[in-house]
């Protein structure tokens, strides 16, 4: 067997979990060859760095994003743009550090818990037992991370991490609004839908202004997701 | 039990949860090509990023049977890759953190030495287009031969040959790097 060949039957051993030892042992005539090619390999597989958490959190958002963007275009059924939906509110608290209530309700953006408290706030829109309420709490909350952006830009500290908090938050206003689509009056659609054409506004001025490369990125991103919040919004208003 | 067929196969018919299960299978192997091929974590996330978001939006294309998901996907990396390259000014690279290396068992510590990520990344960086891709879809994306072969639209007895001169050709780059004494990082 040439050494290509004897290379590959190696590579397989050590994958099936020999050790580089074992390996070598099998191939004395060939072992200081093999062996310094071997080294090598593994070398390289050890070398590259593995995806850091936050990393696979964010491209997993992007990718909702894009995946909600991509099948509303399509026009799938309500319940399955509910559970991207969803799926996308989770990954933001999630990856945000949504589990820290604590503290949370005072803080203001660029502070310690600024996460934090925009997930309790959106916490106690989802313990609201009356739907209409938790489309308010979900309604402010949003406007909240709206300001939030506006005052962190203003400031030059933005990053995409409040970004993604204030497109959360909306979205997930737009998931109350469509599962309860008899439970917010027309004021509140009113609101809901100035709220939403500011934000589209905002996250067009970001794709060009915000400070850092990925927050501009971000937002282009976003700014596309935001898109499908209007045809919602027309359907109640229009009842 | 629900197999990466399965997923592959709700996703063509329209439910892009089970997308997730993909992205979830595969994520890290296609960040380690990328971060590998790049030598750039920030610039491996965004195209990680927009590789899924391109295998999502084209795999009704996907023919099941014909070349292994994972091939394919690492097709579209490649192609997304090639993009990135064209579109940038020049081509940066940036020097990975110098890190002391892995030896594996006594008979590396007596066959070879450790080498620095900077280091191998220099060797990588003098091999041929072709050897660098094999290297970078076999040792860092984990590609098996048959992927490999696939992704890059050659034969497995290539991908075999090419691996092997890769090796052979980094084992003599770093050599003759060691002698110089020559510490590349950039």
Known sequence: ?239 | MESETTWIEQTQRGNPSAFGRLYEMYAERVYRYLVFRTQDAHVAEDLSAETFIKAFQNIRRYRIGRAPFGAWLFRIAHNVLIDHWRAATRRQTVAWEDMALVANGAAARDIAQVFTRAELAWGVAQLTDLQQQVIALRFSGECSIAETAQALGRSEEAIKDAQHKALAALRKHLAVGNLHGSKQTE
């Open chain 1, 1 to 239: 067997m040439d050494t290509k060949h004897l290379l590959q039957e190696c590579l397989d051993r050590l994958e099936r979990g020999e050790t580089l030892d074992q390996v070598l042992a099998r191939y004395p005539a060939q072992r200081e060859e093999l062996g310094r090619l071997l080294v090598l390999a593994t070398s390289l597989q050890r070398a590259t760095p593995k995806m850091p958490e936050p990393a696979k959190a964010r491209v997993r958002y992007e990718l909702h994003g894009a995946m909600r963007a991509h099948t509303l275009g399509r026009g799938i059924a309500g319940w399955q743009t509910w559970l991207v939906r969803v799926a996308l509110a989770l990954v933001v608290v999630l990856a945000l550090g949504g589990g820290t209530l604590v503290a949370a309700a005072e803080t203001a953006p660029g502070k310690t818990f600024f996460p934090a408290r925009a997930a309790f706030n959106e916490t106690r829109a989802r313990l609201a037992t009356e739907p209409e309420a938790a489309i308010v709490l979900h309604l402010e909350n949003a406007q909240d991370r709206v300001d939030d952006v506006r005052a962190l830009k203003e400031r030059g500290g933005l990053n995409e991490a409040p970004i993604f908090l204030m497109v959360g938050a909306t979205e997930n206003l737009m998931v109350a609004l469509e599962n309860n689509p008899r439970a917010a009056n027309r004021a509140t659609l009113e609101r809901a839908q100035s709220l939403a054409q500011t934000e589209r506004a905002l996250l067009q001025d970001l794709k060009q202004t915000a400070p850092v490369e990925r927050a501009r990125h971000n937002a282009d991103t976003l700014y596309q997701l935001s898109e499908s919040w209007f045809p919602l919004l027309e359907r109640l208003l229009a009842r």
